[in-house]
Nanobody, 123 residues
């Protein structure tokens, strides 16, 4: 499976961005997907996850109420809608696939990773 993340960029605080993660090589419809982020000098952290069907999702407390993860299994694509962005959201964002149907926050459960897309939020 190849994962291609896109949609990052530079935005002012309070603005919005929508990230996309397009999968190729294999269908991802049976697998939970997640978004992670890594800021300079910090560890990679879980942001949001969604089950294989899209019926359930979970979020880090820091983004709850501002970010929304979704998926279109017909397009083999996962999205992350980010609203009310803050400077502390600045990071490289990665999409990743698990080997299971249900979402997990555990980084080690993800077996395929995209290349990352930079999100920069200016104050």
């Amino acid at each position: 499976v190849q994962l291609q993340a896109s949609g990052g960029g530079l935005v002012q605080a309070g603005g919005s961005l929508r990230l996309s993660c397009a999968a190729s090589g294999r269908t991802i419809s049976n697998y939970a997907m997640g978004w992670f982020r890594q800021a300079p000098g910090k560890e990679r952290e879980f942001v949001a996850g969604i089950s294989g069907s899209g019926g359930s999702s979970n979020y880090a407390n820091s983004v709850k109420g501002r970010f929304t993860i979704s998926r279109d299994n017909a397009k083999n694509t996962v999205y992350l809608q980010m609203n009310s962005l803050k400077p502390e959201d600045t990071a490289v964002y990665y999409c990743a696939k698990t080997g299971s149907f249900y979402s997990t926050t555990a980084l080690g459960a993800y077996d395929y990773w995209g290349q990352g897309t930079q999100v920069t939020v200016s104050s």
